[in-house]
């Protein structure tokens, strides 16, 4: 995806050259329970942290030993990134696409946050969000991270990117939220996929770089907020992964608030289950236009028609189709929605009750 401005490209912050959620598993009384971030409450974001003399360096010191670097090859490409532990007994989420490669027979590497090296496999992963949970076995005392609260962020919170930019582990870099709910299409230049990731961004000007992939932002209490996406980058050619730049000071990560939810199905079912509409859309110069209805799908169900101009979604206003598909799937399969639109001049609204995601439509 091309942002506004002419000459800046998006980036996935996977580097090539060339993580997941935590469950805990519980056997007899012999078998150790492991912790987990998903069962864990989310922690309030908050300025607290003043009463050390450094609390940014508090925050790193917490999140950084439950921080790993991910080598991923299909024997001919290999592409690094980053990834969270969120489980004491090995799981951990990261980026699909920083694991993609290894999907078919591929290779997975781990380094722990003591410097060892672990064979890892997939757990589970999802195109549409761009997650994915890998798991190192013979594990049984990592360090979970503690997840905060994303919908508690406000514009300007300070924030932190936590990853291995550029196979330079343990880096950390600082910045605020610059932008919420900010609409980010990774399209699929950069992945074996077919399907589009779409999402519903955390926009940050903390620096981060090719090997940020999934990696975590974590709040001034290092509690992890979101976890690190995509950068957008200088560049003359359109599209996105055309360019492998460095931070421009745009970087996007996924909320946690929306990654827990997908990190709990992967591991769970080891796929993520989506909202859906049915319709298939367009950017006109009227607006997001439905260009086409599914039968019997829930919007065909709601009485939306093809020409109908989507203006907004619960109330939301809706910019474009990538604003509108990520609202969506930011929804749970049964949410009832309204969707206002303009047709034949007048203004109309809809109920629809939004089904489960079936396939790469929206």
Request: charged share 20%; glycine share 12%; proline share 4%.
């Amino acid at each position: 995806m091309v942002l506004p401005v002419a000459v800046v490209a998006l980036t996935l912050t996977s580097g090539f050259v060339g993580a997941a959620t935590a469950t805990a598993l519980q056997d007899d009384n012999d078998t150790p329970t492991a912790t987990s971030s998903l069962d864990t409450p989310a922690s309030a974001v908050s300025d607290k942290s003043a009463d050390s003399q450094e609390p940014l360096a508090d925050a790193a010191a917490k999140v950084l030993p439950s921080v790993v670097s991910i080598v991923s090859s299909d024997g001919r490409q290999t592409g690094e990134g980053t990834g969270v532990i969120i489980s004491s007994d090995g799981l951990i989420l990261t980026n699909n696409h920083v694991v993609e490669l290894a999907v078919d027979g591929g290779d997975l590497k781990v380094t722990l946050p003591d410097g060892s090296k672990a064979d890892a496999t997939i757990k589970g992963r999802d195109e549409s969000s761009d997650l994915a949970v890998i798991e190192v076995k013979g594990h049984d005392d990592l360090k979970p991270a503690t997840f905060g609260k994303s919908g508690d962020l406000q514009v300007g919170d300070t924030v932190m990117a936590v990853g291995s930019p550029l196979g330079l582990d343990g880096s950390v870099t600082s910045g605020i939220v610059s932008a919420l709910d900010r609409a980010i299409n990774l399209g699929n230049e950069m992945s074996q996929s077919t399907t589009s990731a779409v999402i519903d961004a955390i926009q940050t000007d903390a620096a981060i770089n090719p090997g940020n992939s999934g990696g975590p932002l974590v709040d001034a209490d290092g509690n992890v907020v979101g976890i690190n996406t995509a950068i957008a980058s200088l560049n003359q050619s359109a599209g996105l992964g055309s360019s492998q730049g460095g931070s421009i000071g745009l970087g996007f990560a996924i909320p946690i608030d929306d990654a827990r939810v997908i990190a709990d199905q992967l591991v769970e079912k080891g796929e993520a289950i989506h909202a859906y509409m049915g319709v298939r859309l367009t950017d006109t110069e009227d607006g997001v236009t439905i260009a086409g209805i599914e039968s019997g799908s829930p919007a065909d169900k709601a009485g939306l028609q093809e020409g109908d101009v989507v203006t907004k979604i619960g109330g939301d206003k809706v910019d474009d189709v990538a604003s509108l598909t990520a609202k969506i799937r930011s929804r749970k399969p049964g949410d009832k929605v309204t969707i206002e639109v303009t047709r034949d001049g007048k203004s109309h609204e809809a109920e629809v009750t939004l089904g489960t995601f079936p396939n790469a439509d929206s």
